[in-house]
């Protein structure tokens, strides 16, 4: 009986291969994430790295307890609080640098091209967050945290310093940027034909015409520059999946967490492969094919940001049932950050984010709101109500994410 | 081209056909087969023999020495001679000996105080140490103060400040710092005596009739989570902390200055076969108080006939303790020099201790129906 199944099965699977041979275009996808114009590499997406290297200096300087707030805005901002030039990092090259963080959340050409009200609520919220981990966190520094003080606790034998509610604004940093900064930028700029397709891109593209001193077209380079947001400081470019999760504490880090449960492995292959045969289909001009792949990248990297939204809040349920109060906290605090990145994910063949800012909005005063205290009071039921919510919109259920 | 990627796809989906058969066929092989049978085992025989002749018994042993390591702080810190010194080295090594027995039991007041993490991190941070000692301003009931207090700093202040038992008593006898490290030794051995007797407390008070009586198969009952805390100091504490970490198992580099007792030196053999003699007799249920209970891991494996390769779980679970015993008996009493002069039998002895992992964590657990309730870090 189980051998016919399996027959069957391996039977479909030869039919299922066969499917697609009445598609004309030839794509030639290589190996490995490397393209080439007469012996030039046309790939290159130095931006991105800068960007994602600039989160990870600020991520770490917001705990740094000696940091000033002046110094972590220029972090954020790579300039000074009137716009003059700033010198923040330790890395002469980020400040060398013209390019911001700040210049980049909320910053899409499909969400917020004509969108600034809610941009400029985004990049205020980060400034905000900021600000607060100097002004409430740092003061309390070696209090113990209790409902409605801010303070350190414990979290197995780390430590966690959190605001009055339970928060750890580092990780609302951390993981919004996740959302604000690199999904955005990819699913909602680079990957989009508003961006791929501008001006006379496609025409160049058709006719092979590069950038000037550059060996790639435009459309070529904006592809790249998704592509960089997400393996942007992988130590092998071409092939970043071999290193993929030790590369970044971004979105990088989150789709390796994700591709480790066994309900989603596969899935940065799936992401890797979409990126390689998007691009060719550029090289070949079958734009179909690349809008196809970047619906698949869209899909999956706004998977991973649900998945491991609801993973935190099922884990920091698990927790308060351990009396881990400290592990429940910073699970609640890393959610926080994924829950504000949902915002920025894309559902395919749209316009359209998962949930809006609004909802992200209900979501989080739901998270806060079960008591005077934020995480301190947050019951059972809303984590689960905050998860179920969430995965009735994907093609995943809780207990998938939860482990 | 077009072809060669189908290939790759169809390929894959033959191997996604094969992994799904090799799943299928996966179950026949788990213990117990199919005909398991149903579980009337009396949780709370083996609750009652845990209570009464490994917690209790272990907290009262332990509460005695602690309160003796705090007495001899007290004289030490005030008559800083060589008497006082050599007696209270002898209560640090007697308490920290016996916090081997307890370390495991991170349930209830334990929990909530972070016992094991309060008591015994290791390495101490000493630049953290010395500075609440010159500055004098410190809580050590900050989660940020667990590697500054507890046995391991107790092992830097009577072993480590000066080069010698002479040295060390001169120490304490003229240099300028002197008093100030003495009032933070005796803040240390007092706040060991007060967790110790505080868990104590709470066991004899009201916990424990809460503990025996919490008797189902739940995620919160006292079984499963006493059983996770078990598991959890078998890897975490025993496993990793006492002989992986210092051997480089998860640092790639061996780092001998992360070992049990680095400043005393010859205390890391004793420290770590007194927590194996621990966990092995609270697997059994063998205990000396002459209670009669007697129920324990060993006997619910063996009344649900748990076997695993023809034999039974419990006697793989024993073997595999003795085995990392023997391995173990190889070592240095100092486990620094050992890491140093001969790091394979560290990894030796790390190796037999892991190999009791999945007949603990996997087989074991799932013969009782417990889910394992921790997870590894994040790591951020």
Redesign the interface.
Same mark, same amino acid.
């Given at each position: 009986m189980q051998k016919a199944f399996l027959y069957l099965l391996i039977l479909s699977c030869f039919f299922t291969a066969c499917d697609d041979d009445d598609n004309m275009v030839v794509i030639d996808t290589p190996a490995t994430y490397a393209f080439e114009r007469d012996g030039s590499s046309t790939v290159s997406f130095s931006g991105q790295t800068t960007r994602i290297q600039m989160g990870e200096a600020l991520i770490s300087a917001l705990k740094d307890f000696g940091e000033s707030k002046e110094r972590l805005l220029e972090m954020y901002a790579n300039e000074t609080a009137d716009g003059s030039d700033a010198n923040p990092f330790e890395d002469a090259a980020l400040n060398a640098s013209t390019k911001s963080i700040r210049s980049k959340v909320a910053a899409s050409a499909d969400y917020f091209a004509a969108n600034t009200v809610d941009a400029a609520r985004i990049k205020g919220d980060f400034t905000q967050w900021i600000e607060a981990q100097v002004d409430e966190v740092f003061p309390n520094q070696n209090e113990l945290a209790e409902a409605g003080k801010a303070g350190q606790i414990a979290d197995g034998t780390s430590v966690r310093y959190i605001n009055a509610s339970g928060l750890e604004y580092n990780q609302a940093v951390n993981k919004g940027l996740i959302g604000a900064l690199m999904l955005d930028q990819m699913l909602n700029n680079y990957l989009s034909p508003a961006v791929l397709d501008a001006g006379e891109n496609l025409a160049n593209n058709d006719a092979g015409i590069t950038e000037d001193e550059k060996a790639y077209t435009s459309m070529e380079h904006k592809w790249d520059e998704a592509y960089g947001y997400l393996y942007g400081t992988a130590s092998d470019s071409a092939n970043p999946n071999a290193t993929l999760g030790a590369d970044d504490s971004f979105l990088n880090k989150y789709l390796s967490r994700v591709e480790d449960d066994a309900d989603f492995a596969g899935i940065a292959t799936t992401v890797y492969d979409a990126f390689k045969k998007g691009r060719a289909a550029i090289v070949a001009g079958a734009y179909d094919i690349r809008d196809e792949q970047a619906d698949i990248i869209r899909e999956k990297l706004s998977e991973v940001i649900a998945i491991r939204a609801v993973y935190y809040l099922q884990q920091a349920k698990l927790a308060f049932e351990n009396g881990s109060t400290g592990s429940a906290f910073h699970d609640l605090s890393e959610g926080y950050g994924f829950i504000y990145s949902l915002q920025f994910t894309r559902r395919p063949g749209s316009n359209t984010p998962y949930f809006t800012l609004e909802d992200v909005d209900n979501f989080i005063a739901n998270l806060m709101d079960d008591g005077p205290n934020g995480f301190w009071d947050v019951e059972a039921s809303t984590l689960d109500a905050i998860a179920e919510t969430i995965a009735a919109e994907f093609d995943f259920t809780v207990a998938q994410a939860k482990e | $081209?077009?072809m060669k #990627?189908? &290939?790759i796809? $169809?390929k894959r &989906?033959?191997f996604l !056909?094969l992994l /799904? &058969?090799t799943f !299928?066929c996966g179950d026949d092989e788990q213990p117990g087969g199919g005909n398991e049978p149903v579980d009337n085992f009396d949780r709370q025989e083996m609750l009652f023999n845990w209570a009464d002749n490994f917690i209790i018994p272990g907290y009262t042993a332990l509460a005695e020495k602690t309160n003796t390591l705090k007495e001899a702080g007290a004289s030490f810190s005030e008559t800083p001679d060589a008497t006082n010194y050599t007696n209270l080295v002898s209560a640090w090594e007697d308490a920290y000996l016996h916090f081997q027995d307890v370390s495991m039991f991170e349930i209830g007041k334990a %929990? #909530?105080l972070?016992l094991t993490?309060n008591l015994n @991190?290791y390495p101490t941070d000493v630049d953290a140490l010395n500075n609440n000692v010159l500055e004098g301003d410190y809580?050590l %009931? &900050?989660? /940020?103060q @667990?590697a500054t207090q507890g046995f391991p700093a107790l092992d830097y202040l009577l072993f480590g400040i000066a080069d010698g038992q002479d040295a060390l008593i001169e120490f304490y006898q003229t240099d300028a710092n002197a008093d100030a490290y003495l009032q933070y030794l005796k803040a240390l051995t007092l706040r060991i005596d007060s967790l110790i007797q505080a868990v104590l407390a709470d066991w004899t008070d009201t916990y424990r009739d809460e503990f025996v009586n919490n008797t189902g198969n739940a +995620?919160?009952a006292s079984v499963d989570?006493l059983v996770n805390d078990y598991i959890f100091y078998y890897e975490r504490h025993l496993r990793a902390g006492k002989i992986g970490i210092p051997a480089g198992v998860f640092s790639g580099s061996a780092l001998p200055q992360n070992v049990e007792g680095l400043y005393s030196k010859d205390k890391s053999k004793a420290l770590l076969n007194r927590a194996l003699d621990a966990v092995q007799a609270f697997f059994n249920g063998t205990h000396t108080t002459g209670n009669s209970n007697t129920e324990s891991l060993k006997s619910y494996l063996d009344y649900l006939e748990i076997q695993k390769d023809g034999q039974n779980l419990s006697t793989i679970i024993n073997n595999q303790f003795e085995a990392a015993r023997t391995t173990a008996s190889e070592l240095d009493d100092n486990f620094s020099t050992q890491v140093e002069n001969d790091n394979t039998k560290m990894l030796a002895t790390y190796d037999q201790l892991q190999l009791n992992v999945v007949p603990l964590k996997v087989d074991m657990l799932q013969a009782f129906n417990i889910n394992v *309730?921790?997870?590894d +870090? *994040?790591g *951020?």
């Open positions: - | $081209m077009y #990627e189908n &290939l796809t $169809m &989906l033959f !056909a /799904s &058969l !299928a %929990e #909530e972070r993490n @991190i809580n %009931e &900050l989660p /940020s @667990i +995620a919160t989570k *309730d921790f997870v +870090a *994040d *951020d």
